[in-house]
């Protein structure tokens, strides 16, 4: 039988959900009878955040094709208050930051403090579940360890193929949300494409205590993560030990490896690992008629940091209103699931875009360059305005730190003079 949770099974424990057992069950998929208002593929955060805000006013199923929600953990764990307030994740909290140091090539070590907390260490697991119970508590159903295999267009609704162990069922839909990762099925099948580029990640949990605990650290440089970077995050009694580098540059678990003797920390306990792709730069086009793709699925990860937490909430956001809209006016349209797009672009598109243009600079600078950067932003003046930056924006910034730093300019002119004044 299908592993589903309805929203006439909120009295069950999340615990005994997760772990397979004490499930309840809903007759009637294996017929085809099963109709549904809004389907989301992906029980991930940005699934769920979904789920949640439709509540009640829509008949909502969430596939996920794993059988356990908040596994495989594939994140760093690092998000700002305003995810934590937009998903009411207090509770999976292990740590809070105020600071990073950044950490070039040349051994330069480059220290920003914030004011007050830039950034909490989250619990992934635990994260997840939480949005996870907050989705069934609205009245979300789930359908774990189901594979969304296909859909097509019957005109007045979708007809959508899953598989759950082993056995395919059909189910409809009015509406159909693509929160499925990196490689959504949903996109390929609509033919909406691919994010624009892929980079390759691998964290640990190391069994050792970091003497900060309110400071993340950074590195930086093309034989420590190259086109990207690596953290040491202190979570408390452990610490998590992380990078990504592009995709062309081979495989993470080479580079972590040196890293860790680098730091002297190879021979200490590993208590968990975990690997991962980020998608970067968005689709172009995230919505059609009776569907909207959204967070990972549409690049929408954020360019300078891998993050997708927060800009995939906001995209959740603005499906949810989106598709609200379609029931209210009986019109699934892409007419408007494209106000989706619209509103997604409005809140989050020119931060994307920005970070994007930023990142194929930085993607271009070798080693040499990167020590160079980093003794013009050590001047007091540049390391003032980084205290400033916000994480989920960083690129608001970027105009003063070329104005205090002009000298920034040579690495990119036309492009880096674009950010000046606007």
């Known amino acids: 039988m299908t592993k589903i949770?309805?929203?006439?099974?909120?009295?069950?424990?999340?615990?005994?959900?997760?772990?397979?057992t004490k499930i309840r069950y809903i007759?009637?998929?294996?017929?085809?009878?099963?109709?549904?208002?809004?389907?989301?593929?992906?029980?991930?955060?940005?699934?769920?955040?979904?789920?949640?805000?439709?509540?009640?006013?829509?008949?909502?199923?969430?596939?996920?094709?794993?059988?356990?929600?908040?596994?495989?953990?594939?994140?760093a764990g690092l998000i700002t208050p305003r995810v934590v307030e937009m998903t009411r994740t207090e509770d999976s909290i292990l740590n809070k930051l105020s600071s990073a140091h950044f950490h070039f090539p040349n051994g330069l070590v480059l220290e920003v403090r914030g004011k007050g907390t830039k950034a909490f260490v989250v619990d992934r697991k635990s994260f997840d579940q939480i949005c996870y119970e907050r989705a069934v508590s609205a009245g979300a159903s789930f359908s774990l360890s189901s594979k969304f295999i296909d859909f097509s267009n019957?005109?007045?609704?979708?007809?959508?193929?899953?598989?759950?162990?082993?056995?395919?069922?059909?189910?409809?839909?009015?509406?159909?949300i693509g929160a499925d990762g990196y490689r959504s099925r949903v996109s390929e099948i609509e033919g909406l494409g691919r994010p624009l580029e892929r980079v390759k990640g691998i964290q640990v949990d190391i069994d050792y205590e970091m003497n900060e605990q309110d400071t993340v650290q950074v590195y930086l440089g093309e034989k420590v993560a190259p086109g990207f970077f690596a953290w040491m995050i202190p979570c408390g009694s452990f610490t998590r030990l992380g990078l990504c580098i592009s995709e062309q540059f081979g495989t993470p678990a080479n580079y972590l490896r040196r890293l860790l003797k680098q730091l002297g920390l190879d021979q200490r306990r590993r208590i968990r690992a975990s690997s991962g792709i980020i998608p970067i730069g968005s689709l172009r086009k995230t919505y059609a008629d009776r569907l909207m793709i959204v967070g990972d699925a549409a690049g929408q990860a954020k360019p300078l940091s891998g993050g997708g937490l927060y800009t995939g909430c906001v995209a959740a956001q603005c499906a949810t209103e989106a598709a609200l809209r379609c029931f209210e006016e009986e019109d699934f349209s892409a007419r408007l699931t494209s106000t989706y797009q619209r509103a997604w672009k409005r809140q989050i598109g020119r931060e994307l875009d920005r970070g994007y243009r930023i990142r194929k600079v930085f993607t271009r600078l070798d080693d040499r360059k990167l020590d160079e950067i980093g003794s013009i932003l050590?001047?007091?003046?540049?390391?003032?305005?980084?205290?400033?930056?916000?994480?989920?924006?960083?690129?608001?910034?970027?105009?003063?730190?070329?104005?205090?730093?002009?000298?920034?300019?040579?690495?990119?002119?036309?492009?880096?003079?674009?950010?000046?004044?606007?």
Request: glycine fraction near 10%; proline fraction near 5%.
């Open 27 to 75: 007759r009637g998929l294996h017929d085809g009878s099963m109709e549904y208002d809004l389907v989301i593929v992906g029980g991930g955060p940005v699934g769920c955040e979904i789920a949640a805000r439709v509540g009640c006013d829509l008949k909502s199923l969430v596939i996920e094709e794993h059988g356990q929600i908040g596994l495989p953990v594939q994140c």
């Open 378 to 422: 050590k001047r007091e003046e540049v390391i003032e305005i980084l205290s400033t930056g916000d994480i989920d924006f960083p690129s608001l910034i970027a105009p003063s730190i070329l104005k205090a730093a002009p000298s920034l300019l040579k690495f990119s002119p036309q492009l880096l003079r674009s950010f000046i004044g606007k």
């Open 5 to 20: 949770i309805s929203r006439y099974s909120r009295k069950l424990n999340s615990y005994d959900f997760c772990a397979g």
């Open 154 to 176: 019957e005109g007045d609704k979708l007809k959508l193929a899953i598989e759950t162990n082993g056995e395919r069922q059909i189910i409809s839909t009015k509406l159909l």
